[in-house]
C-alpha cells in the first residue's frame, strides 16, 4: 500500500461539510424523524474520524455503509421491525419531474409496490435510484462485489415492475418443456 494519508481536521471538515447533508437525507428516508436522522449522521461521522485512515477518497459510499451498519445495529437492539420510509413522497415527485395528481397516485403505487419488497432489494433500488450510488459504490455499501450488487439491482428492479403492474410475473418455461401452443 502506499505511503498512509494525512486525516487531520481540516480533511474531517471538508468530509462533513462536503457530505453531512447528503448523510442526513440517507437517514430521513430510512426513518420516522428528523431528530433521528440528525443523530444518525452524526454517529457516522464519529466513526468517520476514528476510523478516518480507512475512509476512501471518494467517501460517500463508506459513509452511507457505516450508516447501514449503523441503523442494523440499532435495529437489531431494538428487535423490532424498523420504522423504514422506503422513499418520501417529496423524493418520489421531484425525481419524477411531475405534479398534481399523476405524482400522487405514482408515490402511491410505487411505495406500496416498495413496501411489498424484501429490505435487501428497497436498500439497492435506494442507493442507485435515491442515493444516486453507482453499482460499483452501492456493493461498497452492501458489502459485496460489484456483480453481486448488479444482479441484486436486476432482480429488484424485475420484482418493482412486478409489483407496480399488480400482477405476479409468469414463470417463464423452457420452450422444449412447454406443454400448450400459448406456452412457446
Request: charged share 25%; aromatic share 6%; with cysteine.
Amino acid at each position: 500500500m502506499g505511503p498512509p494519508r494525512n486525516r487531520d481536521e481540516g480533511w474531517f471538515t471538508s468530509l462533513y461539510v462536503a457530505e453531512y447533508a447528503n448523510v442526513v437525507r440517507y437517514g430521513l428516508r430510512r426513518l420516522a424523524d428528523a431528530d433521528a436522522s440528525a443523530e444518525l449522521a452524526q454517529e457516522v461521522f464519529v466513526v468517520a474520524w476514528r476510523r478516518r485512515q480507512e475512509v476512501p477518497d471518494r467517501g460517500l459510499p463508506w459513509l452511507y455503509g457505516v450508516a447501514r451498519r449503523l441503523l442494523a445495529n440499532h435495529w437489531r437492539s431494538r428487535r423490532g421491525a424498523p420504522d423504514v420510509l422506503p422513499i418520501t413522497g417529496a423524493d418520489l415527485a421531484g425525481a419524477a419531474g411531475s405534479s398534481g395528481a399523476d405524482a400522487t397516485v405514482g408515490v402511491a403505487d410505487v411505495l406500496a409496490a416498495l413496501t411489498g419488497l424484501s429490505e435487501l432489494d428497497q436498500e439497492i433500488l435506494r442507493l442507485v435510484g435515491w442515493e444516486e450510488l453507482t453499482v460499483s459504490e452501492a456493493a461498497q455499501v452492501l458489502g459485496c462485489t460489484r456483480a453481486t450488487a448488479a444482479v441484486r439491482l436486476h432482480r429488484a428492479r424485475r420484482r418493482l415492475a412486478e409489483a407496480m403492474s399488480d400482477r405476479p410475473a409468469q414463470p417463464r418455461r423452457h420452450p422444449a418443456l412447454a406443454t400448450t401452443r400459448e406456452e412457446l
